[in-house]
């Protein structure tokens, strides 16, 4: 199918009837009204766990268009000792000592555990989105402080949590591929205890898309048809 062909799925919020705007690619459904979000499997609605973002940056005369995100809570393991030093971390990671120490902590230890929580994009992407160079990324390497708002309009989830999961992984592998060559076989798992969507304000500024929280910026065409995705998302 042309993804420009973008059609709407006739559906009604199993909680309080009203009728959704959606996407046919869509994997994960949201309600503007009462804020419920779901997936359709089979013949049955599963609710997923849904929260709207309160933007933290006051602009005036600037449109919000909340896209979703998956925040999964996750326990990563490593069975041997590697020796990472802080030094060892790529800059992105050096940035934020939190996340340094928890990273050199987990390397360092004999059979480690470390509870992380990723941040994995829901909204369709293209080859413009860099893994390590986007809200997601930067989201999971200093968690923001999220407030809740009221439901927004928002599609284009269209990454299922299976889908999330795997990118949380190789999110995770592409930090520890620019860290130290030594530990490229590591072996490493992931057990994914809790996840829900989190509807993230962007405003448009001059070509890009800015997230309303942190003010992390992402080229507007990394995003699959934004121009047809706004249009659901006023």
Known sequence: MDLND?????????????AIDSKEEDRIHFCS????GFQVVGDKFKKVDVLYAKPQITLENKIFYYLPMWEILTTVSLKMKYSVNLEDLPEEIIRNRKFSELLTSLFNEKEAKKKMIFFVPAFGVTNRYHLMDQPGFQFTVNPPKLEKDSPKNMVGAEYSIEDAEEIAKVMFLSIRAHTRADILDANIDFDFHRYRIVGIPFFEEK???VDGIKGYRIFKDALRDWDRLKKHVL
């Open 207 to 209: 070509g890009m898309l």
């Open 33 to 36: 009204v009462c804020g419920s």
């Open 6 to 18: 973008i059609k709407l799925i006739p559906l009604r919020c199993p909680e309080c009837g009203e």
